[in-house]
């Protein structure tokens, strides 16, 4: 019924040979505007203008002044930048394949349609849509060394000293990515739950037929097929833990310690555009032109990759 | 006038100030007990403002103010901004309220949006006199600084002029539970105590084994390492307004550091040190009774007073051996926008929150350790037996430098620093590079 309506309304737009008419073209452009012109007041101008800025130094008050690739070479040299830039990249290496892996786990587990797995898939799936700032702030608690979950777990098994997680060098940043995935994950399965719905059960069956065991099936039927699902998984995630700042910002209260170990490439970018006593919007631009650059050539690498384990119908 | 005269006509102004009394009112009760017309007069003139300045806007003009503070501290503004609001019915105020954390964040988005507030109240002032948004008293109104001292209005000076005063001392001291004394059978601190007396208190107070610790002997707010190396006679800088490179970076700096670090990873006395950020996050532990003793200033007060069963008192600072004990003095004050476009109605705000009766509401109100040398000594303020401390520390404080990058500098090497608080680095391997990032920002923005 909706297919039959929309196809009445395309003819009634085409010609009776299928072309479009004469100001047809216009008339579409009059039903983008609404969404056209704030997209490129606000988006399109906002990233040209950053272009332009990043070979600017810029203190938001006296006017822009060229400086050439200074931005880019003090960034290269910049010991914090490098800093933030790794921890970015370990951050992302440690929230995009465990969330991706959980999700799948958990949406193959949900899949089984078991009784109260709609319960389960909207526990799940909380996180995902909880406000941040709220949800980091019970974070703050979870790793808490004193009196926090985690800790006072590890406690009463036994372990004498548990990880000081915010306080210490090396568990500041884990305990992001443990949020990060605990966050992630409800997307991931709701995610994977469509693409495992969308698995042919005569080919599982086949597999069946063929002998195939339960492992079996999964490896060589259900995982092919959701492949498409997995590679958008992984790239959007990958996407999202480059752009990490906020539970970070919250759980630390802006400080990102202990010596920036939470700190992350937004944050940075964050900091010397508001924080600093001098606005260097400049040099924040440079960042997020470096940020799309890094988050350009993952996802061309992902693109590259994929055709070898993709398979699309 | 004799002391006891003063303390009526404190006790009255402060009276006026809480019920609206009424300007004959005041005359008659005062007269009644005997004070003078001219201090009769000039009483007036401090809860009123001057005379000139009842002349009211023409018409209504709306501004707005912006500060920071506890919601304590929001509730005495409140009041004085309806004060105010029914001196001046033209003008309209406009409060904006942020927390300290986000403050600076705020204003520099607002510095951007050309959108400050008319009346600020600031802290790192030459930071923004140098982006121009402020205004200087010091040309236009210069009579409104007479009652000052050239240190009193350092923290507002900035190449040759003046952008605000201040309103209060950053004051610290040492609250402790005097319950929690009793229980360990420990004495009170003294005044003249040392940091050895602070440490072997605070290992007597704690109570269990790290992790699992109940109660903890000490919590210092560990932003606050300028005051450890003034107190064991290290200076921060070369200059405090005009420095060239940061001179904290010696044996007695480290090891003043060391002693602050060590009380949290080798003595376990003080809580995590993420919970050693800020005074928002010492507080309720000491109001809980889950910590004997934490470093801190006036803004707690109230919150302790309201505390039920928290019984409390306070010790000044503690002084490492071989140097005398040493304080935090200047703070936050008042300033106006230059681009406001109601300049004539932000001065009068700004005259109103600078002028006797707000500082003596606030000292009433107990959220801050007043500079004002009149209030300070008033029946009002010692009334409290704790404020006596307060007035005795506020007399050692040491200056806070003052420059256009003092904020980021604070910050690198903070960041810096907090490695030696978590001990992942002793104080000697941190502060070269804390030194040399201070020089780096220093040098950036000569």
Same mark, same amino acid.
């Given at each position: ?31 983008? %505007? =609404?969404? &056209? @012109?704030? /997209? ?5 101008? +906002? ?5 332009? #800025? ?118 500041? %940043? =884990?305990? &992001? @990515?443990? /949020? ?5 994950? +409800? ?5 994977? #739950? ?120 | ?446």
């Amino acid at each position: 019924m909706i297919r039959s309506g929309l196809r009445r309304v395309t003819q009634r737009l085409a010609g009776k040979d299928g072309s479009y008419r004469r100001g047809d073209g216009r008339v579409a452009i009059l039903f983008l %505007l =609404p969404d &056209l @012109i704030p /997209f490129v007041a606000f988006t399109v101008f +906002g990233v040209l203008a950053t272009f332009g #800025l990043s070979f600017a130094r810029w203190d938001l008050i006296t006017s822009p002044r060229w400086v050439g690739f200074d931005n880019y070479s003090y960034l290269i040299s910049d010991d914090l930048f490098r800093k933030v830039v790794a921890n970015t990249f370990y951050y992302a290496l440690g929230v995009v394949p465990l969330s991706t892996l959980l999700g799948l786990l958990v949406a193959l587990g949900l899949n089984l349609k078991l009784p109260g797995a709609l319960v389960l898939r909207t526990a799940y799936f909380a996180p995902y849509i909880t406000t941040l700032a709220a949800s980091a702030l019970i974070f703050q608690w979870v790793f808490d060394p004193r009196a926090g979950l985690i800790d006072s777990i590890l406690y009463a098994v036994g372990v004498a000293n548990p990880p000081g997680w915010l306080n210490s060098t090396t568990w500041a %940043l =884990p305990a &992001l @990515i443990i /949020f990060g995935i605990w966050r992630q994950i +409800g997307f991931n399965i709701v995610l994977f #739950l469509a693409g495992l719905q969308g698995v042919d059960r005569s080919l599982l069956e086949a597999a069946e037929v063929d002998g195939a065991g339960t492992w079996a099936s999964f490896r060589h039927v259900t995982l092919p097929l959701i492949s498409p699902t997995t590679f958008f998984v992984v790239v959007i995630s990958t996407i999202g833990a480059f752009q990490v700042f906020d539970q970070a910002y919250v759980m630390t209260g802006g400080q990102f310690y202990p010596d920036n170990d939470t700190n992350t490439i937004v944050g940075y970018l964050f900091q010397k555009a508001f924080v600093s006593s001098t606005a260097q919007l400049g040099l924040s631009s440079a960042v997020a032109w470096l940020l799309f650059l890094f988050v350009f050539a993952v996802t061309m690498v992902q693109f590259a990759v994929q055709r070898r384990w993709v398979y699309y119908d | 006038m004799p002391d006891q005269l003063e303390r009526n006509l404190d006790t009255l102004a402060l009276e006026a100030t809480s019920a609206r009394m009424s300007r004959l009112t005041f005359m008659k009760r005062a007269l009644a007990l005997g004070i003078t017309v001219p201090a009769i007069v000039s009483a007036l003139e401090s809860l009123e403002g001057p005379a000139s300045a009842h002349a009211a806007e023409s018409s209504p003009v709306q501004i707005t103010f912006s500060s920071w503070g506890s919601l304590d501290e929001q509730v005495t503004v409140n009041q004085l901004l309806t004060i105010f609001q029914q001196r001046f019915p033209n003008i309209q105020v406009q409060p904006r309220y942020t927390d300290f954390t986000d403050y600076f964040t705020k204003l520099n988005a607002d510095v951007a949006a050309k959108s400050i507030s008319d009346v600020l109240f600031l802290t790192y002032v030459p930071t923004y006199a140098a982006k121009g948004i402020l205004l200087d008293l010091h040309h236009t109104h210069p009579q409104v600084l007479s009652g000052y001292t050239t240190d009193e209005l350092f923290l507002f000076s900035y190449s040759g002029g003046v952008y605000g005063v201040p309103r209060d001392n950053d004051t610290k001291v040492i609250f402790y539970n005097r319950k929690l004394f009793n229980a360990a059978g420990v004495a009170y601190p003294k005044e003249g105590w040392s940091y050895d007396d602070l440490r072997t208190a605070a290992k007597a107070l704690t109570k269990g084994t790290a992790p699992r610790i109940s109660q903890y002997g000490y919590a210092y707010e560990s932003d606050f390492w300028r005051l450890w190396l003034w107190q064991n006679g290290v200076e921060l800088f070369d200059s405090d307004a005009t420095p060239t490179k940061a001179t904290f970076n010696t044996p007695a700096g480290a090891q003043a550091l060391q002693f602050m670090a060590d009380l949290t990873n080798v003595d376990k006395v003080t809580p995590p040190p993420t919970q050693l950020a800020s005074s928002a996050t010492i507080a309720p532990l000491f109001a809980s009774g889950q910590l004997a003793m934490a470093f801190g200033n006036h803004a707690l007060v109230p919150t302790f007073v309201k505390t039920p069963g928290l019984d409390w008192f306070v010790v000044g600072m503690p002084h490492f051996s071989g140097h005398k004990a040493v304080n935090a003095s200047g703070g936050a004050g008042y300033t106006i926008s230059k681009q406001s476009s109601q300049p004539a109605a932000a001065f009068q705000l700004w005259s109103f929150m600078t002028g006797l009766l707000a500082t003596q509401t606030f000292a009433a109100g107990n959220d801050v350790t007043p500079l004002n040398p009149q209030v300070l000594k008033s029946q009002a303020w010692l009334g409290k037996p704790y404020n006596k401390i307060f007035a005795e520390q506020s007399l050692i404080g040491h200056r806070f430098p003052s420059f256009a990058a003092a904020g980021d500098v604070f910050n690198v090497v903070g960041s810096d620093l907090e490695n030696v608080w978590i001990g992942a680095e002793t104080a000697a391997a941190a502060l070269p590079k804390a030194a040399a990032d201070a020089d780096k920002v220093i040098k950036a923005n000569a």
